[in-house]
């Protein structure tokens, strides 16, 4: 596809790369350093672009969530506080990193370390263009369900090891949305790979591009469930009840200062630009839009529609007030997961009959994709109506679980035995 | 396997996944011991890739370090005043005997049986044979499998859920 | 020196043996719990050490199993830790040695 393939072609980044890997390969030597080289390349380039557009993604949400909320958010530091990130990252850095004196240390200092994990890990999946990905796996989709599952083990952890009520109470509520929402996560993934026929990120966006569309025309639903539970599994607002500020002072990193607190800062947008990578990649088309890729290199319009994504997150963060913890597991478990196994029925029907009838997908696809927005659309309306009228959850249920968490204990008053009551019952 | 990568990969994944399973039976405390399970798991997750056995191994991570090692963080937190330390009960010594007559008698007959290996190329992707035998082949248990957790999972729910608390 | 089936094999039974004694000798239940999963994991990793050396390389048979194993250890490990939870409500204790109410 591309016109000139020489080094310098800034199209496709692998030609620089495999320039300067032939000139390795002709140096001699063993055949590892090649393999070994071109990996450091790709790990040392998605860390500087993380690394840069964080920085420039503090400054940007603050400023646009002040707009937003008419503030003017961060205008001191350097021209319209363009230096501000660099300010924060320098206090952090340089800010005591205290530890609890009765914090389990190990498991303190690795909480800060594992929840990185998911977050880089992630990237080395998805394609930013045309052949750049670190590693195009075949079962790609689940990969990045597994590796994002390690966040919950991380989150426990740093919540465990603080050895505080509050940081209890983030991480616990931090597990029971991650566990929740991976299922409604997989579901939105299940749609899309069964119109696909691949797990494959680079044979899903191939596909997009082969037949001209983008997933989420076709799959309205899915892209809204994976969207919101892509919220929760960052802790993003108004999703961010783990780390709710006004209810448990902030949640799993309550303990936590310093650097080590800088690290469950940063890995936040990392997961964060991470599930936006996967938006794009799964339901925007990846680094293709529709013959543009020919003109524009394809990581430029990647990352664009990437920055697109991240800032729908900013635009929720800053509009939407913060759901309560039953609110918001009752809308994962009776409004999201009923409509994606409608949803994951219609689409494998609609694949069964597209492959098995031969159709061809100019017809079929248009047809595809007027029938899921009808029925995203009326699934939505109708479900939430129905849901509405069943059941308003008005009150907050009573948190049955935080008593047998040792968070609350009462003793009997009359002080023989020593089972826990539960006080709440009789009020 | 001939090839360097895969000798390192495999001594390296083997003393991990060992040596984490050795610290979760030596470890006190119960909480790091499951972060140690985490590893061992980790490890056998890595095994897997080098047996190319690229689904398993995800759906490994996918279940034993995402599902089933978080059941059992939870398992722990929920029980707050039961002991959290991981000692071991009066049956040590016969324990050690049987264990150790086990690990021998496995290893020597894994060692001196003839196996008949088939030579077999570089690293094969399983994914989709393994979904095409779940639904074709293996359909019946495939089902099954969907009935027991279903039934896992309600039973669960039955069991742990408290009585007295009102339903609305 | 080449890995053979022969190393996997062991590596599988010497985790195996971790495990049994976990689940023979450890006080906590869920310590027990734990070791069950290693032995889940010992067994898993010789059947796909058997797939991989013994079986042609179009057959997935062991790796099927080994779905299926992974799933079924899922079902057990939720319905084991309700148990513990249930045992805890009841006796305040999940330690085995001191769940001896069928001794009397």
Redesign the interface.
């Known amino acids: 596809m591309p016109v000139l393939a020489k080094w310098y072609d800034l199209r496709d980044l692998g030609n620089a790369v495999g320039a300067f890997l032939d000139w390795i390969r002709d140096l001699g030597g063993p055949d ?1 350093i090649p393999y070994v080289v071109s990996g450091l390349i790709g790990i040392v380039a998605i860390l500087l672009w993380l690394l840069v557009s964080q920085l420039a993604f503090i400054w940007i949400e603050r400023r646009v969530i002040g707009r937003m909320q008419a503030r003017i958010g961060p205008n001191r530091v350097g021209p319209w506080g363009l230096l501000q990130p660099i300010a924060d990252a320098l206090k952090l850095l340089l800010k005591e990193a205290i530890t609890n004196r009765y914090a ?1 240390k ?2 303190f200092w ?1 909480g800060p370390v594992l929840i990185f994990i998911p977050a880089l890990v992630v990237f080395a999946v998805i394609p930013f263009g045309e052949g750049m990905s670190l590693a195009d ?3 790609g989709v ?2 990045v ?3 994002t ?2 966040n ?2 991380a989150i ?2 740093s919540g ?1 090891a603080s050895n505080n009520k509050f940081a ?1 109470l983030g991480s ?1 509520r931090a ?1 029971a949305m991650l ?1 929740s929402y ?1 299922l409604v996560q997989a579901f939105a993934l299940l749609g899309v790979v069964i119109f696909a026929g691949s ?1 494959r990120l680079g044979d899903i966006v191939a596909w997009q591009s082969e037949f001209n569309t983008w997933m989420f025309l076709l799959q309205p639903l899915a892209l809204v469930a994976f969207l919101i539970a892509s919220a929760v599994e960052i802790n993003r607002s108004p999703m961010d009840i783990s780390e709710a500020e006004s209810e448990i002072v902030a949640g799993y990193h309550t303990e936590y200062s310093g650097i080590k607190f800088g690290f469950f800062y940063a890995a936040e947008y990392f997961a964060a630009f991470a599930v936006s990578g996967v938006v794009v990649t799964l339901f925007l088309g990846g680094w293709t839009a529709w013959g543009l890729e020919e003109w524009v290199p394809g990581w430029l319009i990647f990352l664009s529609k990437l920055y697109l994504v991240f800032f729908l997150f900013i635009w929720t963060r800053g509009t939407l007030p913060r759901l309560r913890i039953d609110q918001l597991m009752a809308f994962s478990w009776k409004f999201l997961l009923e409509l994606l196994f409608i949803h994951i029925l219609v689409v494998g029907a609609q694949v069964l009959i597209w492959h098995e009838g031969d159709y061809p997908a100019e017809v079929v696809l248009p047809i595809f994709a007027v029938i899921n927005w009808t029925l995203a659309v009326a699934l939505i309306v109708g479900w939430a109506t129905f849901m509405g009228h069943l ?1 308003p959850e008005r009150r907050a249920k ?1 948190a ?2 935080t008593q ?3 968070a609350i204990y009462y003793r009997p008053a009359d002080g023989h035995g ?2 826990p009551t ?1 006080p709440l ?1 009789e009020a | 396997m001939e090839d360097t990568g895969s000798i390192v990969a495999f001594w390296l994944l083997a003393a991990l996944t060992l040596g984490s399973a050795l610290a979760v039976v030596v470890i006190r405390d119960l909480i790091r011991a499951v972060v140690l399970l985490i590893t061992s798991f980790l490890g056998v997750a890595g095994l897997y890739i080098t047996l190319s056995a690229d689904f398993v191994a995800v759906v490994q991570v996918l279940i034993y370090v995402g599902a089933i090692s978080v059941l059992l963080l939870f398992a722990v937190m929920l029980t707050p005043r039961a002991s959290r330390d991981n000692a071991e009960t009066f049956f040590q010594i016969p324990a050690i005997l049987l264990t150790g007559l086990v690990a021998f008698t496995i290893s020597l007959v894994s060692l001196d049986t003839d196996w008949t290996v088939v030579e077999r190329g570089g690293f094969e992707e399983t994914a989709s044979a393994i979904g095409e035998s779940l639904l074709d082949k293996y359909v019946l248990p495939f089902e099954m499998a969907a009935v027991l957790l279903l039934v896992a999972m309600l039973g669960a729910i039955v069991l742990v859920h408290p009585e007295g608390t009102e339903e609305e | 020196m080449a890995i053979e089936l022969e190393h996997y094999l062991a590596l599988g039974a010497l985790l195996f043996a971790i495990g049994l004694y976990m689940a023979l000798a450890k006080r906590n239940f869920v310590g027990v719990l734990m070791g069950i999963e290693l032995m889940f994991n010992a067994v898993n990793l010789t059947f796909i050490a058997f797939s991989r050396f013994v079986s042609p390389a179009t057959d997935v048979t062991g790796h099927v199993f080994v779905v299926f194993v992974i799933t079924v250890a899922a079902a057990e490990a939720a319905v084991a830790l309700a148990l513990a939870m249930l045992v805890y409500r009841n006796r305040e204790t999940i330690d085995v040695d001191r769940m001896d109410l069928l001794k009397w």
């Open positions: 590892w389990d190990p498991l690795l796996l075949n079962v689940l990969f369900i597994a590796i599952s390690i919950a083990i426990f952890i465990w209890l616990m597990i566990i991976e797990m059941s009573r049955v679980l047998e968490l040792g020593d089972r539960r019952e």
